[in-house]
Nanobody, 120 residues
Protein backbone atom coordinates (compact mmCIF):
# COMPACT_ATOMS: atom_id res chain seq x y z
CA UNK A 1 0.00 0.00 0.00
CA UNK A 2 1.24 3.50 -0.81
CA UNK A 3 -0.29 6.91 -0.23
CA UNK A 4 0.36 9.61 -2.81
CA UNK A 5 0.07 13.34 -2.18
CA UNK A 6 0.35 15.85 -5.00
CA UNK A 7 1.34 19.49 -4.68
CA UNK A 8 2.41 22.39 -6.84
CA UNK A 9 -0.74 23.15 -8.78
CA UNK A 10 -2.19 26.62 -9.12
CA UNK A 11 -3.38 29.39 -11.39
CA UNK A 12 -0.89 30.54 -14.02
CA UNK A 13 -0.91 32.44 -17.30
CA UNK A 14 -0.34 31.13 -20.81
CA UNK A 15 3.35 30.42 -21.37
CA UNK A 16 4.18 30.03 -17.68
CA UNK A 17 5.79 27.01 -16.04
CA UNK A 18 4.87 24.87 -13.06
CA UNK A 19 6.48 21.93 -11.30
CA UNK A 20 4.19 19.38 -9.74
CA UNK A 21 5.40 17.09 -6.98
CA UNK A 22 4.05 13.81 -5.68
CA UNK A 23 5.31 12.47 -2.39
CA UNK A 24 4.84 8.77 -1.69
CA UNK A 25 4.51 7.19 1.73
CA UNK A 26 6.18 3.91 0.84
CA UNK A 27 9.75 3.15 1.91
CA UNK A 28 10.01 1.04 -1.25
CA UNK A 29 9.21 3.91 -3.61
CA UNK A 30 11.91 2.71 -6.01
CA UNK A 31 9.93 -0.51 -6.54
CA UNK A 32 6.98 1.38 -8.06
CA UNK A 33 6.46 2.51 -11.60
CA UNK A 34 5.02 6.03 -11.45
CA UNK A 35 3.08 8.36 -13.64
CA UNK A 36 1.03 11.51 -14.05
CA UNK A 37 -2.47 11.60 -15.46
CA UNK A 38 -4.82 14.50 -15.96
CA UNK A 39 -8.53 15.02 -16.32
CA UNK A 40 -9.66 18.08 -18.21
CA UNK A 41 -13.20 19.45 -17.73
CA UNK A 42 -15.69 17.18 -19.44
CA UNK A 43 -12.96 14.78 -20.62
CA UNK A 44 -11.76 11.35 -19.60
CA UNK A 45 -8.61 10.91 -17.56
CA UNK A 46 -5.53 10.65 -19.80
CA UNK A 47 -1.90 9.73 -19.43
CA UNK A 48 0.48 12.67 -19.23
CA UNK A 49 3.77 10.87 -18.56
CA UNK A 50 5.20 7.75 -16.96
CA UNK A 51 8.53 6.62 -15.53
CA UNK A 52 9.55 3.04 -14.87
CA UNK A 53 11.66 1.44 -12.14
CA UNK A 54 14.66 1.91 -14.45
CA UNK A 55 13.89 5.56 -15.17
CA UNK A 56 12.57 4.89 -18.66
CA UNK A 57 10.20 7.74 -19.51
CA UNK A 58 7.31 8.10 -21.92
CA UNK A 59 4.74 10.78 -22.63
CA UNK A 60 1.26 11.36 -23.95
CA UNK A 61 1.16 12.34 -27.61
CA UNK A 62 -0.04 15.85 -26.83
CA UNK A 63 3.07 16.74 -24.78
CA UNK A 64 5.14 18.01 -27.72
CA UNK A 65 8.24 18.18 -25.54
CA UNK A 66 6.80 20.67 -23.07
CA UNK A 67 6.63 18.39 -20.01
CA UNK A 68 9.34 16.38 -18.25
CA UNK A 69 8.77 13.62 -15.72
CA UNK A 70 11.42 12.67 -13.19
CA UNK A 71 11.76 10.88 -9.88
CA UNK A 72 13.98 11.14 -6.81
CA UNK A 73 13.97 7.79 -5.06
CA UNK A 74 15.93 9.18 -2.10
CA UNK A 75 13.14 11.69 -1.47
CA UNK A 76 10.27 9.34 -2.41
CA UNK A 77 9.11 12.03 -4.81
CA UNK A 78 7.86 12.17 -8.37
CA UNK A 79 7.97 15.40 -10.37
CA UNK A 80 6.37 16.84 -13.46
CA UNK A 81 7.99 19.93 -14.93
CA UNK A 82 5.50 21.70 -17.19
CA UNK A 83 6.68 24.48 -19.49
CA UNK A 84 4.88 26.76 -21.91
CA UNK A 85 1.53 25.98 -20.37
CA UNK A 86 -1.56 26.50 -22.51
CA UNK A 87 -5.21 26.96 -21.55
CA UNK A 88 -5.93 23.44 -22.81
CA UNK A 89 -3.58 22.12 -20.10
CA UNK A 90 -6.14 23.19 -17.50
CA UNK A 91 -6.99 20.03 -15.59
CA UNK A 92 -6.74 18.14 -12.35
CA UNK A 93 -3.40 16.35 -12.37
CA UNK A 94 -3.15 13.00 -10.61
CA UNK A 95 -0.14 11.05 -9.45
CA UNK A 96 -0.32 7.27 -9.89
CA UNK A 97 1.74 4.26 -8.90
CA UNK A 98 1.92 0.59 -9.79
CA UNK A 99 4.00 -2.32 -8.57
CA UNK A 100 4.04 -3.73 -12.08
CA UNK A 101 6.20 -2.04 -14.68
CA UNK A 102 3.91 -2.07 -17.69
CA UNK A 103 4.23 0.62 -20.34
CA UNK A 104 1.97 2.51 -20.31
CA UNK A 105 1.41 2.49 -16.57
CA UNK A 106 -1.51 0.48 -15.18
CA UNK A 107 -2.21 2.40 -11.96
CA UNK A 108 -2.98 0.60 -8.74
CA UNK A 109 -2.79 3.65 -6.49
CA UNK A 110 -3.90 7.24 -7.02
CA UNK A 111 -3.40 10.56 -5.35
CA UNK A 112 -6.28 12.97 -4.87
CA UNK A 113 -5.07 15.35 -7.52
CA UNK A 114 -3.93 18.94 -7.80
CA UNK A 115 -5.69 21.59 -9.88
CA UNK A 116 -3.79 23.39 -12.63
CA UNK A 117 -5.55 26.32 -14.26
CA UNK A 118 -4.01 28.21 -17.16
CA UNK A 119 -5.57 31.54 -18.03
CA UNK A 120 -5.39 33.00 -21.53
Amino acid sequence: QVQLVESGGGLVQTGDSLRLSCTASSRTFSDYAMGWFRQRPGKERELVAGISWTYTTYYGDFMKGRFTISRDNNQNTLYLQMNNLQPEDTAVYFCAAARSDYVPLRPEYWGRGTQVTVSS
